[in-house]
């Protein structure tokens, strides 16, 4: 979004402002002679919100505890949607941004006024606010393992036998014990067509891995067919019957989208970093591979690895694929970097690599671990870079896990909770991951805003073919710019599903007095006077033609010329009330005004022309002005919104004077004061 300047900003006067101790001190200690600058910076700015600052007005501390528990999640959504709401408003939420250091001009001083552009959702319905609030859960193994009451006899996915309707209701329970009414779960599983079959001997082999990763080389392209068996924020591994390696991606990469064991057919080009070879995961071609015995990956023993056995890793020359390992040793955490030092390694140490946040929370400062990961490069000449696989307390890691094999695909569903059990609702649709990527035709298991647009009313009329008028659909998908799920309503009307967003563009002052900023849609206009000043020969010009359309034509006939009637000849001013576009001021002249139009004046003195004139100013050609101009204003409950207006005067000599109005109505103008009347 565009930012649109007024004036340009005195960042100096920013520094200086904060600089200052004492009014005079530094200068009377260092630079005698000087006098304190005037920190000053006044300006009228007008400013459009960008993504990032609705983000900034949701992380607000001070909106934080404005909004308190009870709107904390429409606040959030407020960062995420990049809109306010009926019940968080730009009024009460935008003060609190336009004074901290987010906002560009937050050291504009008191008289400043921003006109803000910003969008805002009205009416939509509650449902909508509170699906976009939504948390979300994805079935672990351990969740599998209860639901089939086993830790050997499960699969990774639910099956007829054990539907999502039957087991996530109780997950959910025991995973949010404080829910509260009204919120909604996304929970993503994978789902299988048919049940597992347990400790079955007879597996048809139709699909076999590759045997590429072993054999690689540098800048060659691969196509390996293989699983995936980690992964991190930055990439997966790949692992063939040969090897594996790592596929990085330097954006990071959506993890929801891979499931540990699903086979993948990948082709990418061979790079290398920090002796490990590597994929460019960001322009490969991966591709998921659907035949049921592909599915299921068991892990190998890991490498264990003794302090020594570390040291001498780290000393390779040569670029190598990635290793299974397993380090036991302690947590010690700096910053950003997770480390694993390990008893009698001299040099070496472990490095959790871009480790996934439910991983991350296991790997605290002094821990006492077991890591089994794969090792796939050296960071700094000491740091064993390890896509972190499984954590483990203590000194033993568990056993490789057996799982039935069974083909499954991805699925998601919402869930509410009504204040007392957890169920599907009927006008919800959530997209899985897999869905994604069949609107897309990619892999990231998301969808941009774009491809929202575009896919989505597509996706409702295929999913739903026999939708009557007006029935609506509530989807839910994970959305590539907001990094969460996000929900939108749509409705079907003349054959089509259109969005009901709500979202209308809206501008709105704030101006700063005493420190604080406030919502004001008040204006202020100065019209400078003298030649060629096109600001004030704008309103003046529009004085003079409203006097010509509303006051000469009725006077005279429908095809009467300037020069007839109140409007002089030369079309850019009039002595109906005295504005002028060519000297950009109101001419007050009554001998002036009498030469132009005499019928106008018969029988009045010079004092009864001027009073004529100041009042069809102030009554009649400026509010009309004001409103042809300004049709958008808007009075404001609890705020007098006024137009005031700094312009001059002639009568022989030239006097600034200020009107005021107030907006009363839509578009509409009362006047109030004038400063002309003062000595009356």
């Known amino acids: 979004m565009k930012q649109y300047i007024v004036k340009p900003l005195i960042a100096a006067a920013a520094v200086l402002a904060l600089a200052a101790c004492d009014d005079n001190s530094w200068n009377e200690d260092y630079l005698d002679g000087f006098t304190t600058p005037d920190n000053t910076d006044v300006q009228t700015v007008e400013y459009t919100l960008t993504d990032a600052d609705y983000a900034a007005i949701a992380a607000n501390s001070s909106n934080k505890a404005l909004a308190g528990d009870e709107l904390a999640a429409e606040l959030a959504n407020v960062g995420k949607l990049h809109r306010f709401t009926d019940k968080i408003t730009a009024e009460d939420y935008l003060p609190s941004f336009l004074a901290s250091t987010s906002f560009s001009y937050f050291s504009l001083s008191d008289g400043s006024a921003v006109k803000v552009t910003y969008n805002v959702a009205d009416a939509l319905p509650e449902e909508l606010e509170l699906l976009n609030a939504s948390s979300s859960y994805t079935l672990t193994t351990e969740d599998y393992q209860a639901i089939y009451e086993s830790d050997e006899n499960y699969a990774e996915a639910l099956a007829p036998s054990h539907t999502a309707a039957a087991s996530v209701p109780g997950i959910l329970a025991e995973k949010f014990p404080d829910a509260e009414q009204g919120d909604y779960v996304v929970v993503n599983y994978n789902w299988s067509t048919t049940d597992p079959v347990f400790n079955s001997t007879a597996e048809p082999e139709t699909w076999k891995p590759s045997s590429v990763v072993a054999t690689m080389a540098l800048d060659q392209q691969v196509t390996i067919q293989g699983w995936i068996t980690g992964f991190c924020d930055r990439g997966i591994i790949v692992t063939d019957a040969s090897g594996s390696v790592f596929a990085y991606d330097g954006a990071g990469i959506d993890a929801s989208a891979y499931t540990i064991g699903d086979a993948y057919e990948v082709t990418a080009t061979v790079g290398a970093y920090n002796k490990g070879f590597q994929l460019d995961l960001a322009t490969a071609t991966i591709t998921k591979v659907t035949d049921p015995t592909a599915t299921t990956y068991e892990y190998p023993a890991p490498k264990v690895l003794t302090g020594a056995d570390m040291d001498a890793l780290i000393t390779r020359t040569d670029n190598e694929v990635a290793q299974y390992v397993q380090m036991t040793g302690t947590v010690a955490v700096s910053g950003n970097n997770i480390n694993i030092v390990v008893d009698g390694a001299e040099t070496a140490k472990g490095s959790a690599y871009f480790t996934p946040e439910a991983l991350k929370a296991q790997l605290t400062d002094g821990a006492n671990v077991t890591v089994n990961g794969y090792f796939i490069a050296i960071a700094g000449g000491r740091y064993m870079s390890t896509v972190v ?30 204040g007392s059990r957890w169920s599907k609702p009927n006008d919800v649709t959530a997209l899985s991951a897999d869905q994604c990527n069949e609107i897309t035709g990619k892999t990231f298991g998301n969808l941009t805003t774009a491809q929202a647009n575009f896919g989505l009313p597509i996706f409702l009329k295929q999913t739903f073919p026999y939708a009557q008028e007006g029935e609506q659909e509530f989807v839910v998908f994970y959305n590539y710019e907001a990094n969460g799920y996000i929900a939108r309503q749509y409705i079907f009307s003349n054959g089509e ?63 009467i010329t300037s020069g007839f009637g109140y409007v002089t000849s030369f079309g850019n001013n009039e002595y109906y009330c005295g504005t002028t576009a060519y000297q950009n001021n109101v001419d007050l002249r009554a001998d002036k005004a009498r030469a132009q139009y005499p019928a106008g004046y018969e029988g009045m003195s010079d004092a009864e022309v001027v009073a004529t004139m100041k009042k069809r100013f102030e009554t009649e050609v400026m509010p009309g002005v004001l409103a042809q101009i300004h049709p958008d204003a808007m009075p404001m409950d609890g705020v007098q919104v006024t137009y005031t207006i700094n312009f001059y005067v002639y009568d022989g000599a030239t006097t600034a004077h200020t009107i005021r109005f107030e907006v009363t109505a839509p578009g509409t103008f009362t006047f109030l004061d004038c400063t002309w009347n003062d000595a009356e």
């Open 389 to 418: 696989t499984e954590i483990k307390d203590g000194a033993a890691a568990a056993a490789p896990r057996h799982v039935a094999k069974v083909a499954s695909v991805k699925a998601s569903e919402v869930y509410y909770y009504n």
């Open 497 to 559: 599903w259109a969005e009901n967003d709500g979202i209308e563009e809206t501008t709105l002052q704030f101006v700063r007095n005493n420190g604080q900023w406030k919502a004001d849609p008040s204006v202020v206009i100065t019209l400078p006077a003298g030649r060629n000043i096109e600001f004030s020969a704008t309103y003046y010009q529009a004085c003079t033609d409203w006097v010509y359309e509303n006051i000469d034509v009725p006077l005279g006939s429908t095809s």
